[in-house]
């Protein structure tokens, strides 16, 4: 099976599959919590950046079709990370180019010197791939934005990198604050290498170090770079870089996924923490519908301080399969904004996600909320509850010893193939399973596990369903799964099942959700 295909035959395979005039009532589907645009393609988010009380996501858009093609950068605002509005296009593509991923970087003190005389707010540099049309060549650009956002403007000066490769993008820019340098990543996405830039003035970059390959490296491609300073749980003042690459093909469960790298980094040069560099690779997401994640940029210094936790947002989707999906009229969306730290593990370290906080607003009252209660009784309470809906955060745990028989929680039941997310006792592992009889696309008929941090005697899930979306944070979330899911858009119960064992539950809950 060759997974390594060049970046235009990814993306440019035959279009629709579906018919979408035939297509079911897909409105069940749509997240309430998640962005999703209200119609047409999106992929990678881009350029996310917090300023003034405003979340900024920006995204691979196209304007004007349900599949990937005529790239520019969508735009949609959030005062609280869960109700979104989608504002015009930023940067479209235009008919020489079109613009793939980046980053956005606040330049609050014109260091760039493109903020016009007199302007009270920053002026925003957003890092693009310009792909050009006819020599297909991809190099780093500049837009800047002075209207805060809602509109971009290319560069006189561009393009800012040109080595006139084919595979050339994804620029992650962000300041360094110890070298007082501007650094940006970009990948060699066939070489399979991170190529790192420094720069004083956000305009003229000069390569400082390349790191690659390493990891996942068999049938691979590399894309959208992030590096991140993590702080790590329970060490106050305790932080390690961390490397994130996503990887299109060469994951372990089919598709593209996102592979990190735990270490250092001096400004130039990003190097393996030498525990770390003896570990087998490290997956961001053991599920397959997380690709692409970047933090939210804020002003400089903000994220590098002390104990800060970065949030990021993926893009929930697979390149085997995203443009097959059959939602409709949107098609693609993005993950919950996710908080960032580090754990010990073993002798290495260990990446933990949690949902946002801001995000845990949309919890409502709970309709069950359960302790030291039998899993026999737990299920007939929920049973002779009978909970409708489509908006799900729920809770379960137990003490991994009493677990003998899978603990399964069935989301979507009632009609067709329920959703089933759960832990394993004798694969001693999270899963979601999706598997149902007629799939829409040929991943949705798989189950997907993701092995327990074996340090701890429990298990412990945290289960966020919205809509066409499952994300389990399991472990307090050093194991994250995430997956599409298209159940019968009638289906819309929630059971508890555990087998003929009925071990004692710590804890089960479960609280609609409304943004
Ligand atoms: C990642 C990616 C990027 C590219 C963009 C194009 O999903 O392939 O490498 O810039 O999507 O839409």
């Known amino acids: 099976m060759i997974r390594r295909r060049h970046f235009l035959a990814i993306h440019l395979l035959s279009p629709l599959t579906l018919n979408l005039s035939t297509a079911p009532d897909t409105a069940a589907w749509r997240p309430r919590l998640h962005y999703t645009p209200q119609r047409h393609w999106i992929n990678d988010p881009n350029g996310l950046f917090f300023l003034d009380g405003e979340y900024h996501a920006y995204y691979q858009y196209n304007p004007g079709g349900a599949t990937w093609g005529d790239i520019g950068w969508g735009h949609a605002v959030s005062s609280d990370l869960l109700n979104w509005q989608e504002r015009p296009l930023a940067l479209p593509a235009t008919d020489d180019e079109m613009a793939f991923s980046g980053s956005i970087v606040i330049d609050e003190h014109n260091v760039s010197g493109l903020q016009p005389a007199g302007a009270t707010r920053p002026v925003l540099l957003a890092y693009y791939t310009r792909y050009d049309r006819r020599s297909k060549v991809q190099s780093q650009c500049l837009a800047y934005s002075t209207d805060g956002g809602d509109s971009f403007v290319r560069w006189a000066g561009n393009p800012l990198l040109d080595i006139g490769s084919l595979e050339f993008r994804d620029p992650y820019v962000f300041r360094h604050e110890a070298s007082g340098r501007w650094v940006m990543l970009v990948v060699l996405a066939l070489e399979r290498q991170v190529v790192v830039y420094t720069s004083d003035d956000l305009l003229r970059w000069r390569k400082a170090s390349v790191f690659g390959a390493a990891g996942a490296t068999a049938d691979t491609i590399w894309e959208v770079p992030v590096l991140l300073p993590l702080p790590v749980d329970g060490e106050p003042g305790l932080q390690r870089w961390v490397l994130f690459v996503s990887i299109n093909g060469g994951t372990r469960w089919g598709g593209s996924g996102v592979q990190y790298f735990v270490g250092n980094f001096d400004g130039e040069r990003f190097v393996l923490d030498p525990a770390a560099a003896a570990d087998a690779v490290r997956w961001g997401d053991h599920g397959r519908d997380f690709y692409a994640p ?24 697979n390149w085997d399969y995203a443009r097959e999906v059959p939602s409709a009229p949107w098609r693609g969306q993005l993950s919950l904004p996710r908080e960032l730290s580090l754990a010990r593990q073993d002798r290495g370290w260990c990446l933990v996600q949690r949902v946002a906080l801001a995000v845990e607003r949309a919890r409502r009252p709970a309709l069950l909320d359960l302790h030291a209660c039998p899993a026999a009784e737990a299920a007939r309470a929920l049973a002779a509850l009978a909970p409708h809906g489509r908006q799900w955060r729920a809770t379960l745990r137990a003490a991994r010893h009493a677990v003998v028989q899978p603990l399964v929680l069935s989301v979507f039941t009632g009609s067709g193939a329920p959703v089933r997310v759960g832990f394993d ?31 701890r ?16 944070f399991a472990d307090g979330g050093r194991v994250v799964l ?5 159940p ?3 289906a819309d119960g929630v059971a508890l099942s555990h087998g003929s064992a009925n071990p004692v539950l710590a804890a089960f809950s479960l609280e609609p959700l409304q943004a």
């Open 294 to 317: 970047l933090p939210f940029a804020r002003k400089p210094g903000i994220v590098d301080a002390p104990g800060a936790r970065p949030v990021w947002m993926g893009w929930m989707n």
């Open 457 to 472: 005697d429990a298990v412990e899930l945290e289960v966020w369903v919205d809509g066409c979306t499952v994300e389990l």
């Open 488 to 490: 019968d858009p009638a």
């Open 425 to 455: 006792p004798v694969l001693d592992s999270y899963f979601i399973d999706r598997r149902k009889p007629s799939p829409a696309f040929a991943g949705e008929s798989e189950i997907h596990h993701a092995p327990r941090d074996r340090s």
């Open 482 to 486: 995430s997956d599409l899911v298209f």
